[in-house]
């Protein structure tokens, strides 16, 4: 009897999403991410396709905006919270770094290799850096993070240690 | 991180965290497709600004690999953004929920649906048809003539204040009346189009609106026009000097009757107003403001035309309880010395969000048919610039870079090339974004301006 105010989320599916984000989101912030889900997935498909995610205006005129819409690949509500809480406060720096790697690593082969930076470059740069220069860059930083032809998650993380990864955290606003 | 000023809101670039822009003035720095409330090329700078900030520039290692910036945006931007905050609406609590509400609640609902709803439609048929009717007659018996054009317009008023009871409308008018006068145009924020029903059933008005198909049409074309509605095609509506010159001309006339405009563009849910278009700021009249409020305690008059088609919006309407509403006339505005149309317009948005309790948001409401990143290259381009500046810094470079329309035609290309590439990597998306962005704006519709 009553309605279900979160509109269809169950108590076994807020569990399972909680152990998929290895629980760094609290039940009220799975709910408020289930609204934000519903208005994002117009039409009730149970995923968000690029074209809904880049209606955003704030989103759209993100530079890397296409390389991060593509990198979840329309996510159903698991995968979507699974993306979101490497930002959460309570990740972890591992978690953080994870993230980051899974994005530069555009082939989604274990390794950042030159392919992948060279496109990153490009969403990030842009044109006016040009191919030779874009190459160089590539060169200089494979060189000074180890000296291999491709980074994988270990050469990353030591690449990072000194980076200040405190911003990388976004509230989910959670009404009481 | 930049400082606050003294004395100034806080504004931050929306979809740019942790930075607060070096903003000299007052206004949110947004970027829309037409006039804008800054140079498109300031606002570009403010951003780039921003970005410069946030760059390690000591590192080559920090500012290639550490996305976390930008990603910050982008993740920020998908759980919450400012936008989207103002076409949701509010589900109302459920009360229903015990054994004891249940039934009366179920018993409500019978009547809503069974009782009141047939008679409000049949009455609303009758009164509405003879109300036709008897305009059609008036229009074909009578010659042209200033008491033939009152009488319509009564009539007009008439069928509006049938469409109000048919929702059982209990709507409270504050403010002095308007009536018609030389140079004045009247504005409201917008929530649905049964606002101008509800302003027009107290007062007639003229507006300017999309002219539609059907039966739709014979009711614009035959009845409205009555009351001087200015048409417009959607087409014709993007071509702001078009509609300008028409306004100017509709509020020179002597007699004319009071033109209302929604300077929002479109619907949004009544608890945040979006940018106001300064259109109708820019004639050089009278700016009359009105504050629309609906009282959500029966139903929300909220139209969501992306969710919600007019039809569905009306039945909801009519099977709630009752429509409540207040409408407040408030005080002639005239530009001031030295303000410009969008400040002009910005200032009579405050007044109309203070009385309506509506919360300011700095996005142009056309934003729901395109895709900002889209129709403004430029401001994505000089965002990367920066970096890019920065990166070749370290090879030792500062060479002149090309110029910007080549950089956004390059930098599109550059994004098609790695849509396409990605697309053959992992498959399963199709179209792109462009194509999607086409369709939502063939479906929706262009609201009165």
């Known amino acids: 009897m009553g309605q279900a ?126 191919e030779e220069d874009r190459q160089d860059i590539i060169s200089r930083v494979l060189a000074q993070a180890g000296g291999a032809e491709r980074l994988d998650f270990a050469a990353f993380k030591a690449a990072l240690s000194s980076a200040d990864l405190g911003n990388m955290v976004v509230e989910v606003p959670v009404d009481l | 991180m930049g400082e606050p000023v003294k004395g100034r809101v806080e504004s931050s670039l929306p979809g740019l965290r942790g930075i607060v822009a070096d903003d000299k003035d007052q206004e949110h720095a947004v970027v829309t497709r037409e006039g804008p409330t800054k140079g498109d090329a300031e606002i570009d700078q403010l951003y780039a600004e921003a970005e410069d900030k946030r760059l390690s520039k000591t590192s080559l290692l920090l500012d290639v690999l550490n996305i976390s910036n930008v990603l910050t945006d982008g993740v920020s931007a998908m759980v919450d953004d400012s936008f989207n905050k103002c076409f949701t609406s509010t589900r109302p609590e459920p009360w229903n929920w015990n054994i004891y509400l249940f039934p009366i609640w179920v018993v409500g609902v019978v009547i809503r649906y069974l009782v009141l709803f047939p008679i409000r439609l049949m009455l609303l048929l009758i009164g509405f048809n003879t109300l036709i009717a008897v305009f059609l007659l008036v229009d074909l018996a009578l010659m042209p003539s200033k008491r033939k054009m009152a009488l319509q317009r009564k009539l007009v008023q008439w069928m509006c204040s049938a469409w109000v009871a048919a929702w059982h409308g209990v709507i409270r008018y504050h403010g002095p009346k308007p009536t018609p006068g030389k140079n004045r145009i009247w504005v409201s924020n917008h929530t649905s189009m049964i606002d101008y029903v509800v302003l027009c059933s107290y007062s007639p008005f003229a507006v300017i609106m999309q002219l539609h198909h059907g039966w739709i049409a014979f009711l614009q074309k035959r009845i409205l026009s009555s009351l001087g509605c200015l048409w417009f095609n959607r087409t014709e509506v993007n071509d702001r000097a078009v509609v300008a010159a028409r306004m100017k001309e509709h509020v020179n006339k002597e007699d004319a009757i009071p033109l209302l405009i929604f300077p929002e563009g479109t619907c949004v849910n009544n608890e945040y107003t979006v940018m106001f278009k300064r259109g109708a700021f820019d004639i050089g009249a009278t700016v009359c403001p009105i504050a629309i409020k609906y009282n959500k305690i029966f139903v929300d008059a909220f139209w969501n035309s992306r969710r919600e088609a007019f039809g569905k919006h009306l039945f909801r309407l009519m099977t709630s309880w009752a429509l409540v509403c207040d409408v407040y006339f408030l005080e002639p505005q005239s530009i001031q010395q030295g303000e410009s149309p969008q400040e002009f317009a910005g200032r009579v948005q405050a007044m109309i969000a203070k009385y ?32 890019a500046d920065v990166l070749r810094a370290y090879l030792g470079k500062t060479g002149a870079a090309p110029s910007t329309m080549e950089l956004a035609t390059e930098g599109k290309a550059a994004l098609d090339g790695l849509q396409r590439n990605e697309e053959g990597l992992k498959g399963a998306v199709d179209g792109g974004v462009l194509q999607g962005w086409r369709k939502l704006c063939t479906g929706g519709t262009v609201h009165p301006v």
């Open chain 1, 5 to 130: 105010a979160s509109g269809g989320l169950t108590q076994g599916d807020v569990d399972e999403v909680i152990a998929a984000s290895k629980g760094v989101f609290n039940q009220a912030e799975i709910e408020s991410l289930y609204k934000r889900f519903r208005a994002l997935d117009r039409g009730h498909k149970g995923y968000i396709s690029p074209e809904e995610f880049l209606s955003i205006p704030e989103l759209s005129i993100n530079p890397v905006a296409q390389r991060l819409v593509r990198c979840c690949e329309c996510p159903n509500f698991t995968i979507f919270v699974k993306m979101v809480a490497p930002f959460s406060p309570r990740a972890s720096r591992d978690d953080k770094l994870v993230f980051m790697f899974t994005v530069y690593d555009v082939d989604g082969d274990g390794f950042i290799s030159r392919e992948d930076m060279s496109m990153m470059l490009k969403q990030l740069a842009g044109s006016s850096l040009s």
């Open chain 2, 356 to 387: 309506a309790n509506l919360r300011i948001v700095p996005w142009d409401g056309y934003l729901k048919y395109y895709n900002l990143g889209e129709k403004n290259p430029g401001l994505i381009e000089k965002r990367r610039r920066v970096l």
